[in-house]
């Protein structure tokens, strides 16, 4: 199972911008990139990149968010621009990696005040 360590969560204004940072164990992934959880509900899908660099987002970060990943450094962004309160929530890093085994940060939080 790939380790995965989360930071850059933090609270911030509505209209401001947070960059969440994952250091993995490897680099070697089918897909990597970001969930949430906020209080009370499911986890859901935040923006992913696959091994040959697509990507794909939640409708509601559509233009505001954008996933990348350093090979070199084993490290995955998201970058969080013009947040709102309703992206307040726990993000997950999340990685599925061979054998289609899939692991979880233990997750850091974002609170975005209005």
């Known amino acids: 199972q790939v380790q995965l360590v989360e930071s850059g969560g933090g609270l911030v204004q509505a209209g401001g911008s947070l960059r969440l940072s994952c250091a993995a164990s490897?680099?070697?992934?089918?897909?990597v990139g970001w969930y949430r959880q906020a209080p009370g509900k499911r986890r859901d899908l935040v923006a992913t990149i696959d091994s040959d660099g697509s990507t794909n987002y939640a409708d509601s970060v559509k233009g505001r968010f954008t996933v990348s990943r350093d090979y070199a450094k084993n490290m995955v962004y998201l970058q969080m621009n013009r947040l709102k309160p309703d992206d307040t929530a726990v993000y997950y890093c999340?990685?599925?990696?061979?054998?289609?085994?899939?692991?979880w940060g233990q997750g850091t939080q974002v609170t975005v005040s209005s």
């Open positions: 999340y990685a599925l990696g061979l054998g289609y085994v899939t692991s």
């Open positions: 490897t680099s070697i992934f089918i897909t």
